[in-house]
């Protein structure tokens, strides 16, 4: 791609002082740069804090009977750290910071196609987060349903649960305004030359995500909403005692809630691409059969809501059916490992901290890749459901996939979106030490599962302990590895210019300007007259 290259060095965003100063000139900024970088530091915020609430659940289950918390108590916390965990963290995810970020930047755009509704999209974001934190300390304290506030409980307990409702609610709309503005930026805003199959394959998984999150966030916003008629106006929707359905209740979850899973890992897949091209030196291979999978899984992901209810009573045809497309949607995402598979063959690999963060990525999300056939398997998922099996799955996927994603892309744009460099030794000490302790803490999961333990559980029967002490014990060495990375990203090293510019070699648009990018990105909008991995000086 040909971009722009020029002599002087403008104003970064961060250095720019526009109408506002000071704390004003972020929070009021329609800068994409900035309110990616607003929901990059509220998100890590709100990762941190759940994963202080996991770390406090897994020490009440490092033995038998009641260890710090009670029952009550350990239910709230389940549930808190599931909101904000899902709903805070890994919906928004790599959708709302960095690809906020990078896309104007890949296609060669100034902003975003309505940067005013994006920075309204932000305070969406931050005003559900703290109806859900005024839910966790007013009224009759945290709900205790869990993050799906399956029904009918969800309509009986006196816990406060219409308020985290209605914060899940108002981040809905954040998802459905993000999604909208990256589809018609994408659409709308492309540098001149650059065709739809000249786009980075970040921006074909952004794409995909987008219309998921513009169709598919809506059904779960009705939802939450007659949940909170139910509640306050004592409707019945969902209440079988008023001649409501609780199982209408699970389809229309999870026909959002399986199409979000994807929300999650399309933007980590597209990220993973971005970092094995570059550091495998190669030409992407297979690019449109990248491109493809990408469409192919938000569009099937639409499809198989109803494996999580496969014991719920649905007949014989709707459970093969089902079973059929959860395997189907497993070749668009087997398409992408092989095709990294095969980009790194005979590659000149380049061993930097983003690529190790691609591997541990790829490891972890192939197991949680070929568990997820387990559940999706009417036969096995028959043993397996509810038990502890899923969780180890389900964090195998969000937090294995979506979150070392989250990382890698950290450590891969870090020197663009900051102008410095971390300390690559540590960054890679870190790693490891998160890796070893993610694997502990979670593969363990698996083997209770397959015991019979069940999930949710605030305490368990003395056969389980050996798993669960193991499984507590992991917890603590991925804090540490955690830790390690955080504290190190927050202490960079200041580099030459030259530098963190380019320090990977990257091939794509954003690597063509300087690091942090000025206000408006480019001097004058480039011109592409090829593909975005292509070899060229």
Known sequence: MSGNTSTHRMPSYLEYKGRYRGLAGWLLSTDHKRIALLYLYSQTFFFLAGVVMGIFMKLELIAPGQQLMQASTYNALFTVHGLTMIFLFIIPGLAASFGNFFIPLMIGAKDVAFPKLNLFSWYLFIGGACIILLGMFTGDGPPDTGWTFYAPYSLRTNTNVVLSVLGAFVLGFSSVLTGLNFIVTIHRMRAPGMGFFRMPLFIWAMYGTSWIQLLATPVVGITLVMVIFDRIMGIGFFDPAKGGDPILYQHLFWIYSHPAVYIMILPAMGAITEIVTTFSRRVVFGYKAI????????????????????????????????????????????????????????????????????????????????????????????????????????????????????????????????GKMYNKRVANIGLLILFIGFNTLYFPMFILGIMGMPRRYYDYLPQFATPNFISTIGSWILGVGLLIVIVNLLRPKKVSQEEIDNPWQGRTLEWKVQSPPSLENFEEIPVVEHGPYDLVK
């Not at 499809?303 to 045809?317: A, D, I, N, Q, R």
């Not at 690999?349 to 591997?359: H, I, V």
Request: glycine fraction near 8%; charge should be neutral; avoid cysteine.
């Open 291 to 418: 491109a493809m999978s990408s469409l192919a899984i938000a569009f099937v992901g639409y499809l198989v809501w109803g494996h999580h209810m496969f014991t719920s009573g649905m007949s014989e045809t709707a459970r093969l059916v089902f079973s059929l497309l959860t395997f189907l949607v497993a070749i668009p995402s087997a398409i992408k490992v092989f095709n990294w598979s095969a980009t790194m063959y005979k590659g000149s690999l380049d061993l930097q901290p983003p690529f190790w963060w691609a591997m541990a990525f790829m490891f972890v999300f192939m197991i949680g890749g070929l568990t997820g056939l387990v559940l999706g398997s009417v036969a096995t998922d028959v043993h397996v459901h509810d038990t502890m099996f899923v969780v180890a799955h389900f964090h195998y996927i969000v937090f294995g996939g979506a979150g070392l994603a989250f990382f890698a892309a950290l450590h891969y744009w870090y020197p663009k979106m900051w």
